[in-house]
C-alpha cells in the first residue's frame, strides 16, 4: 500500500522536485488567492494569468527569459486598466476584459507565428510540473518568501482594503499604495507559478484551495494556513493520480484542487441543514408551537 502512495516520490527525483514545486506553488497561490478571493478579484487574476502570454511569447522570440517577458505582459495589462479606467467612463471589469482579450488574442497570433512555438506553447499554457528543476525551486522559494514578508507586513491595511477602500482611507492607509502592493503580491505569485503549472491551471490554484478555505474560516491567517494545506493534499494527489494513470500532472493538480472545494462545500452545506434542522425544534419546545 505505501509503495502506491510513497514511491513515486521515493523512486523518481523528477517526481519530488515536481511535488516541491507543486507545494511551493500552493502556498504562494493560497496567500495571494486569498485577497483575490476576499476582494472579489477573480477577473483581474485571472486576466493576469492570462495577459501574461503576449510577454511570453516575446521573450521567447528574443531568447530572453520568459520570467521577464511575463512581468512586462504583467505590468503592461495592469497599467493599462489603471489608466482606462482613470481616462474613461469604463469600469475596471470592462477595462479588464478588453485587454484580457487582447493581450491573449495577441500572444495566440505571436505563437502561431512560429513554428518552433508547438510544444512551448502548450508549457506556456499547462505549464510542466514534472520539469521542475532546482534552478527554477530556488526562484519560486524566493518570490514565495517576500510575498509571505510583504503579506505579514501589510496585512491590515490588506484586510482593511478586503472590506473596502473607505474603510483603510479611515483607518489611515494610502488605498492605492496598498492595492499596487497588492496587487503586485498577485503578479508574482502568477510569474512565480506559471512555469511549473502554467497560465491557464495556475488561476485554479489561485481560487479553489482559498474558496475551499473561505468555506470553512473567517480569519485572514487561518484562512491562508487552510488555502495552502488545500493546495498541498491537491498537489500531492494529482501528482499521484498522473503518475499511476498517465495525466496530465499540473491538470489533475487543479482538478483536485476543484474536488477539495466540492466536498467542502457539500459537507459545510449538509451540516448547516442539520444545525438549522435543529435549532427550530429547540426553539419551539420539539416544533409543536408556531411563531407568528
Known sequence: MTDYFLAPF??????????????????????????????GLA????????????????A???GVSTIVGAAVGAAVLVGGVGLITRRTRLSSDTAI?????????????????????????????????LGADSSQLAWMIGSTMAVGVVTY?????????CISRDLARANGFNASLYEALMMSVIGVAILASFQSVGTLLVFGLL?????TAALVTRRLHTMIIVASISGVVATYSGLLASYHYDLAAGASVVVSA?????????????????LSGSHPAVAHGGGHHHAH
Open 153 to 161: 507586513v501589510c496585512r491590515r491595511p490588506f484586510m482593511l482594503l
Open 207 to 211: 481560487i479553489a484551495p482559498p474558496s
Open 43 to 58: 477577473f483581474i487574476g485571472d486576466a493576469l494569468a492570462h495577459g501574461v502570454l503576449p510577454g511570453i511569447a516575446a
Open 60 to 62: 521567447t522570440l528574443l
Open 10 to 39: 521515493l523512486d523518481n527525483e523528477f517526481m519530488r522536485l515536481a511535488l516541491l514545486a507543486g507545494f511551493v506553488t500552493a502556498v504562494i497561490c493560497a496567500i495571494a488567492g486569498t485577497f483575490i478571493v476576499l476582494r
Open 97 to 129: 476584459g478588453l485587454l484580457f482579450v487582447g493581450m491573449l488574442a495577441l500572444g495566440v497570433i505571436m505563437t502561431s507565428r512560429s513554428e518552433s512555438f508547438a510544444g512551448d506553447l502548450t508549457q506556456i499554457l499547462f505549464g510542466e510540473l
Open 258 to 274: 476543484s474536488a477539495i472545494f466540492v466536498v467542502v462545500f457539500a459537507a459545510s452545506t449538509l451540516r448547516r441543514r442539520q
